[in-house]
């Protein structure tokens, strides 16, 4: 894919921000591992009934989207859209060791790394340019180097902002690297949608429309006293801002993860309480797992439970220490699914979740003699896991 430039050279004095993004990432790494799927439509997120499922799509190959096929799209629409793809149950363990080393190679240029997800993230290589040349040159070598080392495609933007970085490495998928210099913003944003604006809903869509804006070139052109009477004095501030390229936010890598969850859609909306109260625990048993391999402990326990007329209810409670074993998560979990559970109707989707975070090298220190026992088992536990994969130990 060619490098996109859309000004002369970049002025010295001004920010230098990437943003890169892993292409499909999930479905790419599943390719990587068995290349007989290569130019396939790759589907990740379907339960082992293919496409009867009710899950939904997590990612999706660039030959399914040809399809129509997008993440988070139902697996039911998927298969009614692309019926001859490859449907494969994530392997999330497998992504986040391929996520590890894609975030230390992006380490490799800067210490101001801020994670979005788990195959996305921001750079700020302003300090590194003396080293390591402009943005675009660091961008051409993290592209090889993800290439060569993990066998998938990067996409990058190159930019004085990070607003501007997050579209530009938007526009050239896969494989794309677009460079927005300082002095090409205005040219850069002209014709693009007023979509691209961020915080542009579908009611802030529906004002640009009453105010005549297709693109962002429209809105720059637009008083800021219009928009603040259309959107409010804070949003139409925003995107008076976004629509001329300003946006001084910083590249934060100490910005921390808010929570850990994880949650399922069943394949067929369930009564038996005790099923659900199954399935919740063995989620709990994978959030914690999760919070170990982290380096996580958190104090405060979500559930979310959603019932077959698609009301959903979240409830949640904090816990005496920081915690991060399915015995000191459980009981708080099944409390909260008793309080959730208040219509009695089927059950579709139910989820944990645990925030609050806290460094588990604290737990230790007031630990009682069962609860670094529990420790010492979840760690072996984990150790077979890594082994063997998650289906090696069941919990009785």
Not at 102 to 114: N, P, Q, S
Not at 137 to 153: F, G, M, N, P, Q
Not at 356 to 378: E, N, Y
Request: hydrophobic share 45%.
């Amino acid at each position: 894919m060619a490098d996109v430039d859309h000004s002369a050279a970049p002025a010295s004095s001004a920010r230098t921000i990437l943003h890169v993004d892993l292409d499909a990432f999930y479905a790419a790494v599943e390719v990587r591992e068995r290349p007989e799927l290569a130019g396939r439509p790759v589907i990740v997120g379907a339960d082992p009934r293919g496409g009867r499922g009710r899950g939904v799509v997590t990612a999706a190959s660039y030959e399914a989207r040809v399809f129509g096929v997008h993440s988070a799209m139902p697996i039911s629409h998927a298969w009614r859209r692309c019926p001859q793809g490859v449907y494969l149950r994530p392997r999330m363990g497998l992504y986040a060791k391929v996520s590890k080393r894609f975030m230390a190679i992006l380490g490799r240029y800067t210490d101001l790394v801020e994670p979005l997800s788990i195959d996305e993230a921001f750079l700020d290589v302003t300090a590194s340019r003396a080293l390591f040349g402009d943005g675009a040159a660091i961008a051409r070598r993290i592209k090889s180097e993800v290439r060569r080392e993990e066998r998938i495609t990067a996409s990058i933007g190159v930019a004085p902002s990070k607003f501007l970085a997050k579209i530009a490495s938007d526009l050239r998928k896969p494989d794309g690297l677009v460079v927005v210099p300082p002095d090409g913003v205005a040219a850069f944003l002209a014709e693009l949608p007023v979509g691209r604006l961020w915080g542009a809903g579908p009611r802030a869509l529906a004002g640009f429309r009453r105010l005549g804006a297709a693109t962002i070139g429209d809105v720059a052109r637009l008083p800021a006293q219009r928009l603040e009477e259309e959107f409010g004095p804070a949003l139409g501030a925003h995107f008076h801002r976004l629509a001329h390229g300003e946006d001084a936010r910083r590249v934060d890598p100490d910005q921390a993860r808010k929570s850990v969850g994880r949650e399922t859609t069943f394949g067929t909306d369930v009564a038996d309480r005790e099923e659900v109260a199954r399935t919740l625990l063995d989620l709990v048993e994978q959030v914690a797992r999760r919070l170990r391999r982290a380096g996580l402990a958190g104090r405060t326990v979500h559930v979310k439970l959603r019932t077959a007329d698609f009301n959903t209810v979240t409830r949640q409670r904090g816990l005496e220490a920081p915690a991060d074993t399915t015995e000191a998560i459980w009981p708080a979990a099944r409390e909260l699914l008793a309080r959730a559970d208040a219509t009695r109707q089927a059950i579709r989707l139910v989820g944990v979740s645990v925030s609050d975070f806290d460094s588990p090298t604290q737990l230790g220190l007031f630990a009682s003699a069962r609860d670094q026992r529990r420790r010492r088992v979840a760690a072996a536990v984990d150790a077979l896991v890594a082994r063997f994969g998650e289906s090696v130990v069941r919990r009785g």
